[in-house]
């Protein structure tokens, strides 16, 4: 059905965008993930259709898959999804954004499609006709986005497109020709990788080619109709990628002596209603195209989105009300720590961190201290365990407790355990926190008969634990709690991370992690005090003793059974011990790192990313000093000596149940008992030499 033969000015249908919100969670990761501070334009997708319902405008659609090198096959292969290519542009200031020439911005980009028009690229290349921009700034703090889109399209001063004449595609071809076209249109699909945009159809044979070959069979005087997959479903206009289809045709096909030629363009606009494909949308306009050259004068671009009020404004949008709340916490959680790799750590491995599966055992004041600095870091697995309660004078001093948690005494389940791993998720609904009511058996606790199967089955627990877990906390009052989770430790070659306090003095220290081969893990003969000491040669917390571990809380007035330190001290020891894990993960060896001497220049040892590996770190509040010492491992330690590590894995409960009732049966199996023996009677002999001497 043919209209009136009138000359209108066509009004080409502009894009519209349409955003996913996965488009702006994916935003948000890219940029704190991969472009930090690089705000270049980097490559983006959009999508659009030719299956829109009747009367919409051209609509291009971004999900989270636009960023993705490699798009959905689902995406590519539907044949009627377009592929749009184009950039976006990420600024870190709101200053940059608002500042920017937006009219120079999109005349470079339109120039961009005239060289390629010129150059004969976009007949090779149809699809670089269709392209966008995007300039974004993205507040990350609040998730609040500032964007705008541009569709470039070329536009010639004084020169216009004008339409002649529309008719109906099925008007204009019979039934049996249609069908046709429409199998030939799929065959010449199939001759790409991605959908082709723009096509030629040979009016006698009705075969599908490309756009070059239209060109060069138009040249030659044969009649060619020049389509386009029109994504507009507002059946009076042409959608916006006929502007710059136009402007190819205008300067690469056969000029006549008039100012003006005339062209028949296909509107494809094919569609799937009803289980059936139908082409009733789609259009045949004959079109009047001016004459151009490829040294036009003047070449303007235009094609900035206006906003949701028509007006040519960047649009706003604020995601933080429809994102998932959890999400939004992961997001934030991980925002200051992936903002490091930006400028100050480029190299900072935060993975590796992240997934580190920490167990602290100790709840207390350095547990709760530790596991808020573990989350800070953004470990996301750490598991607490203890076996005392909440009392009222922990919340002041336990960071994850309050004193409502103190509350019930033996009614209410206020292990602190479970109550600084629930808390924990209060703060941070995503990690992975979990509680554990477990008492650890100490050298020198007698262990009866009445109790021998619970004690037995709290070790059991305990191995299973430390085998499942990465790096291991020791956060106790006691010296003798630190003992059994030293040895298993040991054994299953596991990083452990020792803190302890004084009233004004702490110590924070890594054990050294031993390979499990004997020959290799015996200590060297001829150490010197200035060389590294390495990972399986470092001493543990219990390396500097010359006796065993035992009962210390026996008759213990009120000052001794409670933690008396200075307020602070927890707070400072508990964040280098996480300082410490910290850089031992972003070392190449990770727990086999060697140490640093003390005197050596720390100027002169970078060990990581962050800094040096020390064994140890001494601090005083007294003097507010500290001091990093590195001691070897003692051949005859009660805890990760050869002969402790062997026996324990020979014998095991049977051996820890000795050791449990009779801590000086430690001294018997290291040679401790027969070094004391020694020097005892060195410092007798030397004794007795010295009063022979004065009697002389």
Request: include cysteine; aromatic fraction near 10%; charge should be negative.
């Amino acid at each position: 059905m043919q209209s009136e033969n009138e000359k209108d000015l066509i009004k080409f249908v502009p894009f519209n965008s349409c955003i996913n919100p996965s488009f702006w969670f994916e935003l948000n990761k890219v940029k704190l993930d991969d472009y930090m501070l690089n705000d270049d334009f980097k490559d983006l997708k959009g999508f659009c259709s030719t299956c829109s319902s009747n009367n919409l405008p051209p609509i291009l659609n971004f999900d989270y898959s636009s960023f993705k090198k490699n798009v959905d096959k689902t995406k590519i292969g539907h044949e009627n999804v377009i592929i749009v290519e184009g950039q976006i542009k990420i600024f870190n200031t709101i200053n940059e954004f608002n500042l920017l020439d937006k009219n120079k911005l999109i005349d470079e980009f339109g120039q961009t499609i005239w060289n390629d028009i010129k150059s004969a690229k976009a007949l090779d290349d149809p699809n670089r006709l269709n392209r966008f921009c995007l300039i974004v700034f993205a507040n990350l703090k609040n998730y609040v986005f500032h964007y705008w889109f541009a569709f470039p399209a070329l536009t010639f001063p004084l020169k216009s497109y004008y339409q002649l004449r529309k008719t109906k595609f099925l008007d204009y071809f019979s039934m049996e020709q249609s069908e046709l076209i429409l199998e030939n249109m799929d065959r010449f699909q199939l001759n790409f990788k991605s959908h082709q945009s723009f096509f030629a159809i040979n009016f006698e044979t009705l075969d599908v080619f490309s756009v070059r070959e239209g060109v060069n069979l138009h040249n030659c005087g044969k009649k060619v109709l020049f389509g386009l997959y029109d994504p507009n479903s507002q059946s009076n206009h042409p959608g916006w990628p006929l502007r710059n289809y136009l402007a190819l045709l205008a300067l690469k096909c056969k000029k006549t002596e008039y100012e003006t030629r005339n062209f028949e363009i296909v509107l494809f606009r094919d569609r799937y209603h009803g289980g059936e494909r139908k082409s009733n949308l789609s259009l045949i306009i004959e079109v009047e195209i001016f004459n151009i050259s490829e040294n036009e004068e003047k070449i303007n671009t235009i094609g900035w989105e206006r906003n949701e009020k028509s007006q040519l404004h960047p649009r706003i949008v604020n995601m933080s009300g429809s994102m998932n709340t959890e999400k939004l916490a992961e997001s934030a959680v991980s925002l200051n720590l992936k903002l490091m790799k930006w400028r100050i750590a480029p190299d900072i491995n935060l993975e590796i961190i992240r997934n580190q599966r920490c167990l602290l055992l100790g709840s207390g004041t350095l547990g709760c201290n530790v596991a808020r600095c573990l989350m800070a870091w953004g470990v996301e697995h750490i598991t607490f365990v203890d076996n005392s309660k909440v009392s009222y004078s922990n919340p002041v001093r336990q960071s994850l407790f309050v004193f409502q948690d103190s509350i019930g005494g033996e009614s209410k389940e206020n292990h602190k355990s479970i109550k600084a791993a629930e808390n924990l998720k209060l703060i941070y609904p995503g990690v992975n926190a979990n509680g554990i009511v477990l008492s650890i058996p100490m050298p020198g606790h007698y262990v009866g008969e009445n109790i021998r199967s619970k004690v037995k089955n709290d070790v059991k627990q305990l191995e299973k634990l430390i085998k499942e877990h990465d790096c291991i906390f020791l956060l106790m009052d006691t010296r003798e709690s630190r003992w059994l989770p030293t040895v298993i430790s040991a054994s299953e070659k596991k990083l452990v991370i020792n803190s302890a306090l004084g009233f004004d003095s702490y110590l924070v220290m890594r054990h050294g992690v031993k390979t499990g081969d004997i020959e290799k893990d015996k200590l060297p003969t001829n150490f010197h005090p200035d060389q590294k000491i390495s990972s399986n040669h470092l001493g543990c917390y219990f390396c500097n003793d010359i006796v065993a571990p035992g009962n210390s809380t026996i008759d213990r007035t009120l000052d001794q059974q409670c933690t008396v330190s200075r307020p602070g001290l927890s707070m400072i020891a508990s964040a280098l011990a996480v300082e410490l894990f910290a850089n031992v993960m972003q070392h190449p060896l990770r727990q086999y790192v060697p140490s640093i001497c003390s005197n050596h220049k720390l100027d002169d040892t970078k060990e990581s990313c962050l800094g040096i590996v020390p064994h140890q770190i001494r601090g005083y509040l007294h003097s507010f000093s500290m001091i990093l010492p590195a001691s070897q491992a003692f051949d005859k330690c009660t805890a990760c000596s050869i002969e402790i590590l062997e026996t324990y894995k020979r014998e095991g409960f049977d051996f820890l149940i000795k050791v449990f009732n009779d801590p000086n049966y430690l001294e018997d199996v290291t040679g401790l008992k027969e070094l004391k023996a020694a020097l005892d009677e060195a410092e007798f002999d030397l004794v007795s030499g010295l009063s022979d001497s004065d009697d002389s």
